[in-house]
T-cell receptor
Framework: SQKIEQNSEALNIQEGKTATLTCNYT??????LQWYRQDPGRGPVFLLL?????KEKRKERLKVTFDTTLKQSLFHITASQPADSATYLCALKFRNNRLAFGKGNQVVVIP | NAGVMQNPRHLVRRRGQEARLRCSPM?????VYWYRQLPEEGLKFMVY????????ESGMPKERFSAEFPKEGPSILRIQQVVRGDSAAYFC????????????FGPGTRLLVL
């Protein structure tokens, strides 16, 4: 069955540095991969989508890469700020538009 | 343009009672998805609906759970005879018919079964 893995340990990072999160998946070849942000007690908020034929996507201080050979996506937050502290979710699209999510990776940006 | 609305935000039920969770999609969106998030777990897909149709319910337990998205009104996720294990956050997401890639999530309903 499909598996989506994100690091379970929180990432503590100094303000201004680049935070890098990893999403690994097995037993599937998704047409695209998405990253969401989730704050405590709130619903996920869509950040970025990257397709299987795209290597890299950027949006402001966010950058996502997608390596379909390694079955891995990297999510970068450059010049991190305390307001970036949240849990970041990786999601893959399966048939019928359903999304399969990783458990999420918490980021804590220390001022 | 209001986002996805869910109500109630918090719901407390005793074992054996029924829980009804409502979701109003974003304006112009005709696709609705329900996900469940257990403590320390990722979001799990439950069901995908279009107006008056269930497209995919493969993630929804066969018993006690049902979902609908009528022609008029919100989508409803109904859990009959709730058990403690149903305690979770239930999220609804919607997407427009034309572009279905991005799903917009509501704030969730936190169900607590005593």
């Amino acid at each position: 069955s499909q598996k989506i893995e994100q690091n379970s340990e929180a990432l503590n990072i100094q303000e201004g540095k680049t935070a890098t999160l990893t999403c690994n998946y097995t037993n599937y070849s998704p047409a695209y991969l998405q990253w969401y942000r989730q704050d405590p007690g709130r619903g996920p908020v869509f950040l970025l989508l990257i397709r299987e034929n795209e290597k890299e996507k950027r949006k402001e201080r966010l950058k996502v890469t997608f390596d379909t050979t390694l079955k891995q996506s990297l999510f970068h937050i450059t010049a991190s700020q305390p307001a970036d502290s949240a849990t970041y979710l990786c999601a893959l699209k399966f048939r019928n538009n359903r999304l399969a999510f990783g458990k999420g990776n918490q980021v804590v940006v220390i001022p | 343009n209001a986002g996805v609305m869910q109500n109630p935000r918090h719901l407390v039920r005793r074992r054996g009672q029924e829980a009804r969770l409502r979701c109003s999609p974003m304006k112009g969106h005709s696709h609705v998805y329900w996900y469940r998030q257990l403590p320390e777990e990722g979001l799990k897909f439950m069901v995908y609906l279009q107006k008056e149709n269930i497209i995919d319910e493969s993630g929804m337990p066969k018993e006690r759970f049902s979902a609908e998205f009528p022609k008029e009104g919100p989508s409803i996720l109904r859990i009959q005879q709730v058990v403690r294990g149903d305690s979770a956050a239930y999220f609804c997401a919607s997407s427009p018919a034309a572009v279905q890639e991005t799903q917009y999530f509501g704030p969730g309903t936190r169900l607590l079964v005593l």
